[in-house]
């Protein structure tokens, strides 16, 4: 009998394993598609590689960054956890943003209240600039600047304002701090003036709806302009105008992209806003193209509504609509439909390649999709989590 | 008196008509002379008895004297050693935790405490930490129902179902007091008092009361170490886990009426009110967290059951419960956040059976629920469920028992009051269309031969799961058209039980239970990402298919000079697949946080005497490797883990000691001491990822016992 319980006990043992020493995920490499050519054949505009940032899902500690590499023709996933083993729990929590400024890299680590900051080419850490519940960055003068969803502590718990910061890039010390609207999200620097977009997204349903002007002299907020309710994105074009997308209320206002002119009038002259009923979530400027996506969900067909586009900036907004019939889709090939939630986008612009990715179900691995000029798809390769953010490096 | 005598007496012939070879908890009978001890463990034993005569499959129970070694400090800690169960547990004295049977999923378990089940209309998740052991004194999971025929029409509803059962009081003869008073203390800054007493009322009648104060900081250190490929130190860090404290207190009061040999009422009143702090992940960069959440639940439940005519048990539960919970995030970093939710659930059921012949019994059963929440968002649900069920007993050779639920369900809600305030919308909610679903089962049990203890089982069931006020209406995320999901359970085992003699001591025996299941979980409910940002719905998209193997044993030697040695093991084997779409990445993947093995083993060794006895328990816990995501991929591997835990006791009773002290002593104190050890390999781990468990931990249990 006795044997017999043993003998059972044993059978589990020998089939399951036991711990060992938890090693650092390692990155893989994956070959694509392209031609591998050497590093000197590269024009100086043309990009030598992308770095691709993943969100990772809230609480999962599961922000990456993958590489893109022209040269070789590869694809590196979780390049930074290889090149940096020895930073303690890895990247962070929740990845929003990735810009290059000179020889850096700057991730943005939403949940881990930090900017981190590494070498162009190595993708090895320097060091991180502190930033609570920090949101995009953008660069002007040797200065970064960064928006974030909580300034100064408010008397009300209740209605906390967010905040620009300004860091010296050669020190990474905070300098100076400016309190704009609720939940400031994207920005950009035209002259001396930085225009944030003030969401409000965790007011809903009061979102706000305006865009901060900040006067970089004295780092003071100059004016608010109302734009759109729930704005997000914030792109200048090379006519230095605005882009400006909302993503509007659930289920009442459709998300929308305005545009926002004659600011080179300055800040005492209103400036001229143009509506359009163009849904976009994510867009990037090539030349005089704009491309984009736009998704929303629609409770009637229990499914999400997509649309891509490209359309000319410069081409004239009739009744201060766009027709949507007229704006192309960028995919030709019919393989958009693989696609379940499209996340990030970007263009080479060099050559005119489209980068799309995709983040599935968020709690999965998504996918990058490279598409050519015309529309076809080229090649896919499997990212991290919640693939969001690219950024180019060139030689 | 004479109700306690004629009990021992019941007791003494319910041993005799099942024989050693039914001795459901045989660690009961195994007390040599001790008096005392011989009057609860009989009285125990036939309380397992009788309860297992009418169950078709036997549940897996831990019971008196088994909890006690254990010496547990929730329900959660106690249900680890269950076979086919996952839990939960985000770490420490107040982390919550979750349970989840053969990979179903939280919201298919039904708790049930003292017959009547507990609600959580809101997210549908019970966690089992909150629940105390100090005053339980029989735990038992059963996959499927109880296939006890009198229940509740709900009781039929659930995939898998745990039942609480509170100690009921008992009086040695002219006693009319019991006293415990219990101090626990240990690492994390654990204090856990509780005071217990037993009031006779009458022969029939008693009062009973207990009162627990629970009372941790939280703090313990954890440690995250990483090695290169190559096998250098990545990094290696020790940090101390913050914002995990816990103040909690729990009254309860039952009053118990045995007013004839076949009926009782009892009503009880429970009350829980903690506060705690919410540790959060260990993510890059930050260390500590600021969520504080408050919680208040109360209920008062009363039963009464009789046998009318010989043949017709009636019984009649109702229950009224308020829980109020508040949440804040005070961290400086985050947007600032509070909530407040109330919610009330009344209940009512009524349960008839009736013997038609002696092998032949029907049941019918209705209940009705009523469930509120309000505060954050307005909504309310009807439930009504009609059961019928019927059970046949041939001979003890077959026994087989068919039920069939009716649920109707009728939803009513109004978004969340912001949104309420904002569209200016002051209206009665809308009530939706009646739900309705009918779920069968079948349980069948067949012994070939009366000369063995052999019995072939098998069941097949359906339950569903229906959508929380969470899935439904959780601001901007909820789906008012969810369908509930759909559980369907197939079954085979065995079990045998095998009593035998060491040096011709009786009472040793072995045991095993073996089953091997088959569920399919469709329309599950799963949180779907919506177009633009992190807007999630709910939609009715999964189907996960279930395949495992659960094996029990039990060997239990009682050995000369009042030895005994117990040893116990189980093991599951399990997976779990997720095959909703063959375009998914994690098609024909695992799902998370299933592991394919899991397993535990309990060894119990002690020596006991007429006035002391002592006693040394091993336990093991192993949960094998799994994935913290959907994707089997090398990112979302975890790595098992295992515990091991030791414990030792002594008990004592004073003015036992001697023949003639114990005549003169008529109702001896006693007083007890043990003392606790987990995770002594100290071993760091994560149950969930991100979550860091606490190494080696201690704790010192002093109770006295009038």
Same mark, same amino acid.
């Given at each position: 009998m006795l044997i017999s319980l043993c003998s059972l006990l044993l059978i589990p043992c020998s089939l399951t394993s036991c711990r060992s020493d938890e090693i650092i995920f390692p990155a893989e490499y994956e070959v694509l598609p392209i031609e591998s050519r050497e590093?000197?054949?590269?024009?100086?505009?043309?990009?030598?590689g992308m770095y691709l940032h993943n969100e990772g +899902?809230?609480?999962?500690?599961?922000a990456t960054i993958d590489y893109l590499d022209f040269c070789n023709g590869t694809y590196i996933r979780n390049i930074y956890g290889e090149r940096n083993p020895?930073?303690?729990?890895?990247?962070?929590?929740v990845g929003n943003d990735i810009q290059v400024y000179g020889h850096r890299l700057y991730a943005v680590i939403n949940c881990s209240h930090k900017v981190e900051v590494m070498?162009? %080419?190595?993708?090895?850490?320097?060091g991180q600039i502190d930033i609570p519940n920090c949101r995009y960055i953008r660069f002007h003068q040797d200065k970064a600047y960064i928006s974030s969803y909580v300034g100064p502590v408010s008397i009300?718990?209740?209605a906390q304002l967010g905040a620009i910061f300004e860091v010296d890039?050669?020190?990474? %010390?905070?300098t100076r701090q400016v309190t704009v609207g609720y939940q400031p999200e994207e920005f950009e620097i035209i002259g001396n003036y930085l225009y944030v977009a003030n969401?409000?997204?965790?007011?809903t349903p009061d979102y706000d709806s305006t865009l901060s002007v900040v006067?970089?002299?004295?780092?003071?907020?100059v004016k608010k302009i109302p734009v759109c309710v729930n704005p997000h994105r914030v792109r200048k074009d090379p006519y230095n105008r605005l882009w400006i997308t909302s993503r509007g209320v659930h289920k009442d206002v459709q998300p929308q992209l305005v545009l926002i002119k004659?600011?080179?009038?300055?800040?005492k002259n209103d400036p001229e806003i143009q509506y359009s009923k163009i849904t976009s979530s994510e867009m990037v400027i090539f030349g005089d193209s704009m491309y984009f996506y736009g998704s929303h969900w629609s409770d009637e067909t229990m499914s999400n509504q997509i649309t891509y586009g490209v359309f000319n900036i410069q081409s004239p907004i009739p009744n201060n609509q766009y027709?949507?019939?007229n704006i192309q889709s960028?995919?030709?090939?019919?393989?958009?439909?693989?696609?379940?939630i499209p996340y990030g986008i970007q263009v080479?612009?060099?050559? #005119?390649d489209i980068y799309i990715t995709d983040a599935k179900n968020y709690v999965s691995s998504g996918q990058l999709h490279c598409y050519s000029?015309? #529309?076809?798809?080229?090649w896919s390769v499997r990212t991290g989590d919640i693939p969001a953010h690219m950024c180019f490096v060139y030689r | 008196m004479r109700r306690f005598v004629s009990i021992v007496f019941f007791t003494l012939l319910c041993v005799a008509a099942f024989s050693? +070879?039914?001795?459901?908890?045989?660690l009961l009978a195994?007390?040599?002379?001790?008096l005392i001890a011989r009057y609860i463990d009989l009285e125990e034993y036939t309380i397992t008895a009788r309860v297992k005569e009418k169950d078709i499959i036997i549940p897996q129970t831990l019971s008196g004297v088994q909890l006690k070694k254990m010496n547990a400090l929730s329900v959660a800690d106690a249900i680890?050693?269950?076979?086919?169960v996952q839990i939960k547990d985000y770490g420490g004295v107040g982390g919550i935790k979750t349970v989840n049977i %053969?990979?179903?999923?939280? =919201?298919?378990m039904g708790v049930y405490y003292n017959g009547i089940q507990l609600g959580n209309?809101? +997210?549908?998740?019970?966690?089992?930490?909150?629940?105390?052991?100090?005053?339980?004194?029989e735990i038992q999971l059963y996959n499927g129902q109880?296939?006890?025929?009198?229940?509740?029409?709900?009781?039929?509803?659930?995939?898998g179902s745990i039942y609480l059962t509170t100690r009921r009081p008992r009086f040695a003869e002219g006693k009319n007091v019991n006293v415990k008073a219990q101090m626990r203390a240990g690492s994390f800054a654990l204090i856990d008092p509780s005071l217990l007493l037993d009031v006779k009322l009458s022969e029939t009648m008693s009062l009973t009361m207990n009162a627990e104060l629970i009372s941790s900081n939280g703090k313990y250190p954890f440690r995250y170490r990483r090695v290169t490929?190559?096998?250098?130190?990545?990094y290696d860090t020790t940090a101390i886990r913050q914002n995990g404290d816990i103040n909690a207190i729990r009254v309860e009061a039952a009053v118990n009426h045995y007013y004839s040999n076949t009926g009782f009422w009892k009503l009880q009143l429970y009350h829980y009110n903690s506060e705690r702090g919410v540790p959060g992940a260990i993510v890059n =960069?930050?260390?500590r967290n600021g969520e504080r959440l408050w919680d208040r639940n109360s209920f008062v439940q009363a039963t009464w059951q009789d046998e009318l005519f010989n043949r017709w048990s009636v019984r009649i539960n109702a229950k009224y419960a308020n829980d109020y919970t508040r949440y804040i995030?005070?961290?400086?970093?985050l947007i600032h956040v509070e909530n407040q939710y109330l919610q009330q659930e009344l209940y009512f059921t009524m349960a008839h059976k009736v013997r038609?012949?002696?092998w032949w019994d029907v049941s019918a059963a209705y209940d009705l629920q009523y469930n509120a929440l309000s505060m954050y968002a307005e909504a309310h649900r009807f439930t009504h469920w009609l059961s019928a069920a019927t059970a046949i007993n041939i001979k003890n050779y077959l026994r087989l028992q068919a039920s069939v639920l009716g649920t109707f369900v009728q939803d009513a809600s109004q978004s969340n009051n912001s949104e309420r305030e904002a569209l200016n919308n002051t209206e009665q909610p809308a009530m939706q269309a009646l739900n309705t679903k009918l779920t069968p089962a079948l349980f069948l049990s067949y012994r070939?031969?009366?000369?063995?203890?052999l019995r072939l089982n098998a069941f097949y069931k359906q339950s569903y799961r229906y959508p929380t006020f969470n899935d439904l209406?959780?601001?901007?995320?909820?789906?008012?058209?969810l369908k509930p999901e759909l559980a369907k359970q197939h079954n085979v085992g065995l079990s045998f039980t095998q009593p035998f003699r060491i040096?011709?001591?009786?009472g040793s025996e072995f045991r095993l239970n073996a089953d091997y299941y088959y569920n399919r979980i469709s329309d599950k409910i799963i949180a779907y990402p919506k177009g633009q940002q992190f807007r999630w719905t709910m939609l009715n998209l999964g189907l996960v298919k279930i395949n495992g193997i659960d094996i029990n044993a039990q060997l239990h030697f009682v050995l000369p000079k009042d030895f005994y040695l117990t040893a116990k093991a189980q093991y599951t084997y399990q997976t779990a697949i997720d095959?909703?779409?063959?375009?998914?990445?994690?098609?024909?993947d695992q799902i998370p946080?299933?592991?394919?093995h899991s397993g535990s083993a309990v060894g119990m060794f002690g020596w006991q005497n007429d006035w002391q006895q002592y006693g040394l328990n091993y336990s093991f816990i192993y949960v094998g490797e799994r994935y913290n995501?959907?994707?089997?991929?090398i990112y979302n591997y975890t790595q098992p883990w295992y515990t091991h835990d030791l414990s030792v006791f002594g008990e004592w009773q004073f003015g036992a000691k001697s023949k003639e002290s114990r005549a003169k002593t008529k109702y001896p104190i006693s007083l007890r001491v043990a003392l606790d050890v987990n995770n002594l390999l100290s071993q760091d781990y994560d149950v969930i990822l991100n979550y860091p468990m606490p190494k080696r931990n201690y704790k010192c249990t002093i109770s006295i016992t009038y």
């Open positions: 590093l000197t054949s590269f024009a100086p505009n043309e990009p030598i +899902n809230m609480g999962s500690n599961k020895n930073v303690i729990k890895e990247l962070g929590d070498d162009l %080419r190595t993708c090895r850490r320097i009300d718990p209740n890039t050669a020190t990474l %010390r905070i969401s409000g997204g965790y007011r006067d970089l002299t004295d780092f003071r907020q004659n600011l080179e009038l300055g800040i027709p949507i019939s960028f995919i030709t090939d019919g393989t958009e439909q693989n696609i379940k080479n612009p060099y050559n #005119g000029r015309e #529309g076809k798809r080229k | 050693q +070879n039914n001795a459901a908890d045989s195994l007390s040599p002379d001790s680890r050693y269950f076979s086919g %053969r990979s179903m999923g939280t =919201n298919h209309a809101q +997210n549908g998740q019970i966690d089992l930490g909150k629940y105390s052991l100090e005053n339980i004194e109880k296939s006890d025929i009198w229940q509740s029409a709900r009781e039929f509803g659930a995939a490929p190559s096998g250098e130190v990545a =960069n930050v260390w995030n005070n961290d400086d970093k038609i012949f002696d070939p031969t009366q000369l063995v203890d209406y959780y601001t901007d995320m909820g789906n008012a058209y040096a011709e001591q009786k095959v909703t779409d063959p375009n998914d990445s994690y098609y024909g946080y299933i592991p394919w995501q959907q994707e089997n991929i």
